[in-house]
């Protein structure tokens, strides 16, 4: 429900925003919103009129979903988790890859980023109607299964295959991403070169606002629920991607459980932050990056982000403080002073 009045939020500001354009500019940028991926997802495409690109994109998006979902029992993911065979289990080349790259993470936080979470994901189901914190013994049990070294992924042949018939994949850290890179793709295809992709705050800009301008992305004010941003920053064709426990969660007796599971503990994860940011050039590394960033929290994930210069992080903690690591992250302006930037 929540979600379907932020659906309609973005649709009045977006015909706001295009209203207040001159008529010239109005002519050629066109955007479109949908539900999709459990997700308010927009789409703004600058220079271009042919508005059939939607039907494409969001069918892409459908096809993905159909094919990545935990929660549609007769997914591609879902099969593989609910197979016990050991024989190499076939899927699409895409979800070999996004499964290939959360292996790597998985191995870079040492677990901690977890593809195989899913019976854990499962226990705490976060996503059903009236969500319950699990008792002790049933966390236990879903964490018996969680081994991502049990998965082996070969993305030449395209296939996935358990070393243990109870491991069970989940791909909710990287799906948004990759599949901003892929849209990415298709309008490049189309001769577009300036658009916001924004698939439930997982934004990807391409090009810039004009010749002599950036785009402006904003951060998400992790304390607002409205979608309020703390500060902008400037971005050429990148991907600016948060993981925050604003996200998906519930509370019991005050306390928020959120959708990020530390798979050591089996509880959501509760180090400190609140959200993470992080600037790059691929959204599905952005994707996979934002979440083991939260995960390993904020000494080790600052460490992790100066040893990779190519990425850029911004780590907020529920204490209101911000930490700002690379290059991309100079131009950052806050607009909030209830925020601090801690490490300027
Ligand atoms: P994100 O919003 O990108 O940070 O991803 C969170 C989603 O990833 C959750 O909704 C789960 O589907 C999945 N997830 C939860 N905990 C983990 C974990 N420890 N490792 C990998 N994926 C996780
Ligand atoms: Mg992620």
């Not at 539900?35 to 998006?61: H, P, Q, R």
């Amino acid at each position: 429900m929540k979600k379907w009045l932020a659906l309609i939020l973005i649709l009045t500001l977006t015909s706001t925003l295009l209203a207040g354009c001159f008529s010239d500019e109005r002519i050629s940028n066109i955007s479109s919103t949908q539900m999709k991926f459990g997700t308010v997802c927009s789409l703004k495409i600058y220079g271009y009129t042919d508005d059939s690109i939607f039907n494409e994109v969001w069918a892409m998006m459908d096809d993905m979903e159909k094919r990545y979902s935990t929660q549609l029992a007769d997914s591609e993911v879902s099969k593989f988790n609910q197979s016990t065979s050991l024989e190499p289990f076939k899927v699409s080349k895409d979800i070999a890859e996004m499964a290939a790259k959360s292996l790597d993470y998985s191995q870079h936080t040492d677990g901690l980023f977890e593809i195989t979470i899913y019976p854990l994901v499962k226990t705490w189901d976060i996503m059903a109607e009236s969500p319950k914190v699990p008792t002790p013994e049933a966390i236990k049990e879903a964490q018996t299964h969680i081994d991502y070294h049990q998965l082996i992924v070969d993305t030449t042949n395209n296939t996935l295959q358990k070393k243990k018939p109870d491991t069970q994949i989940d791909l909710g850290a990287v799906a948004k991403g990759y599949a901003a890179d892929q849209i990415k793709k298709l309008l490049a295809s189309k001769g577009i070169e300036r658009a916001i992709i924004n698939l439930g705050g997982n934004i990807v800009v391409m090009g810039s606002k004009d010749s002599d301008h950036p785009w402006n992305v904003g951060i998400q004010d992790p304390f607002n629920a409205t979608g309020e941003s703390l500060g902008l920053i400037s971005a050429t064709n990148k991907s600016v991607v948060t993981s925050g426990t604003y996200e998906r969660y519930f509370e019991v007796d005050g306390k928020r459980y959120h959708h990020i599971i530390n798979p050591v503990t089996g509880y959501p994860e509760d180090n400190g932050l609140i959200a993470v940011s992080i600037i790059s050039d691929s959204s599905a590394e952005g994707d996979c990056l934002s979440t083991s960033m939260f995960l390993l929290g904020l000494d080790k994930g600052m460490a992790y982000i100066k040893a990779h210069p190519e990425y850029s992080a911004i780590f907020i903690t529920n204490d209101k403080k911000m930490y700002l690591v690379g290059k991309d992250t100079e131009s950052f302006q806050l607009s909030n002073t209830a925020f601090t930037i801690a490490n300027k």
